[in-house]
């Protein structure tokens, strides 16, 4: 048998995992700041619940 040479190591494992996790929250966040504007929510109110900038909510 051969022996398979680990792909990533452990760290690079966790920093790709971390940003991932990253992406996902920051995915989810403009998703759901995309369904309160929709729904007529002022865009400061918006910002202030999920965090996001107004440049980040004017982008979408």
């Known amino acids: ?14 920093t790709l ?3 991932v996790q990253h992406k996902a929250k920051e995915e989810t966040k403009m998703q ?5 504007l929709d729904y ?8 202030a619940i999920t965090g996001l900038t107004a440049k980040q909510l004017i982008k979408r």
């Open 40 to 47: 007529g929510i002022d865009s400061r109110l918006v910002g």
């Open 1 to 14: 048998m051969t022996d398979h040479k680990p792909l990533y190591s452990r760290e690079e494992l966790l």
């Open 32 to 36: 759901v700041a995309e369904c309160m």
């Open 17 to 19: 995992l971390d940003y």
